[in-house]
């Protein structure tokens, strides 16, 4: 089955404590992207891959790492978490720029 | 003023009632999503328009390029279509931007 797959898909942690959520699609698919998702805000940018060893940042960036050494693989990385990155994250993939997206199931991480 | 706007923010319809919502953006795009997200929180990818009309079951969306709106229309709406509805594009320097999402509530 074509799928995004995040883990985890709940998460509680400390501040300051470093944290990574995986993010793996089985599609081939040359973009990959991160948002998270806040009340009253909608859903933001933080960073997007257009390939391997190609990322670029979107809207909210701060706070965050990716990397892309893998085409199926897209990990959003918070070395510090702090409360306000409390939010809804969805990794999103898709064929090329310009088609359609599948998005993971979410993760909600609550920072502490 | 956000890039992407969205209305109405909220609507309730009566079942088989025709329903249209409505985006607008104020930056140049190479694409327009409409997405759908039900009240457990997954999104998932209705349409993807550059330009025209497109048509899936009973879900229409038109976009407009010069006019830069859009519009998604439910035909004979029932409740299973509740959820947030979700506009976004893809600005040309290949940036997503959402609108803040139209929350719909289809009622038997």
């Not at chain 1, 081939?28 to 933080?46: F, V």
């Not at chain 1, 909210?60 to 990990?75: I, L, Q, T």
């Not at chain 2, 607008?24 to 998932?44: E, F, N």
Request: glycine content about 8%; some cysteine; charged content about 20%.
């Amino acid at each position: 089955e074509a799928q995004v797959t995040q883990n985890p898909r709940y998460l509680i942690t400390v501040t300051g404590k470093k944290l990574t959520v995986t993010c793996s699609q089985n599609m081939n698919h040359e973009y990959m992207s991160w948002y998270r998702q806040d009340p009253g805000l909608g859903l933001r940018q933080i960073y997007y891959s257009m390939n391997v060893e190609v990322t670029d940042k979107g809207d909210v960036p701060e706070g965050y790492k990716v990397s892309r050494k893998e085409k199926r693989n897209f990990p959003l990385i918070l070395e510090s978490p702090s409360p306000n990155q409390t939010s809804l994250y969805f990794c999103a993939s898709s064929r090329i720029s310009n088609y359609g997206y599948t998005f993971g199931s979410g993760t909600r991480l609550t920072v502490v | 003023k956000n890039e992407v706007e969205q209305s109405p923010q909220n609507l309730t319809a009566q079942e088989g009632e025709f329903i249209t919502i409505n985006c607008s953006y104020s930056v140049g795009i190479s694409a327009l999503h409409w997405l759908q997200q039900h009240p457990g929180g997954g999104i998932v990818s209705l349409f993807m328009l550059s330009s025209g009309k497109k048509k899936h079951g009973r879900l229409i969306a038109t976009i407009n390029i010069q006019e830069k709106h859009s519009s998604l229309h439910i035909t004979a709406s029932h409740p299973r279509d509740s959820a947030v509805y979700i506009c976004a594009v893809r600005s040309n320097t290949d940036k997503l931007i959402f609108g803040t999402g139209t929350r719909l509530q289809v009622f038997p």
